[in-house]
């Protein structure tokens, strides 16, 4: 079995994240490619899941584009040294349809900018190196990423 926290004591600064990352698998706990994998809800089975994980584009003025086959998403991140975990703030347009149920849900705020941002999304980094880094993803799946 494959031990996923061997690089959790990597120091890793925010000029280290700059730049285009590429999506490029998911893995199980055994190192296998995933393109498929059970979907689970409040441990309810709900299906399978088409494996389908954003790559990034991390900008030195603290914002990103992230970006899939399906979408396209801006917003602002940083990085929590002592968790290793890049914080994303997704931005929300403030003519937005999903906006209302945002603001009742209380998970997000306006800034100065007249943009309103969700609460941060962790990604936890759990081994980083120059070119490649693996990021925890749910339950027992890590995710390869590349520097483009």
Do not use: C, H
């Amino acid at each position: 079995m494959l031990i996923f926290e061997v690089g959790i004591s990597q120091e890793v600064a925010e000029s280290d994240l700059i730049g285009e990352w590429t999506f490029i698998e998911l893995q199980d706990e055994n190192g296998e490619k995933q393109t498929k994998i059970p979907l689970t809800r409040f441990g309810r089975d709900m299906g399978i899941e088409k494996v389908n994980r954003d790559s990034y584009i991390f900008n030195d003025d603290g914002t990103y584009k992230s970006f899939n086959p399906l979408n396209t998403s801006y917003g602002t991140w940083f990085l929590d040294k002592k968790t290793n975990e890049i914080n994303l703030e997704l931005r929300i347009e403030p003519d937005s349809p999903y906006l209302p149920s945002l603001k009742k849900a209380k998970i997000v705020t306006k800034r100065k900018d007249g943009f309103y941002y969700q609460k941060a999304v962790k990604k936890r980094i759990l081994i980083f190196g120059t070119d490649s880094m693996t990021i925890a993803d749910r339950e027992k799946y890590v995710l390869i990423y590349e520097r483009k």
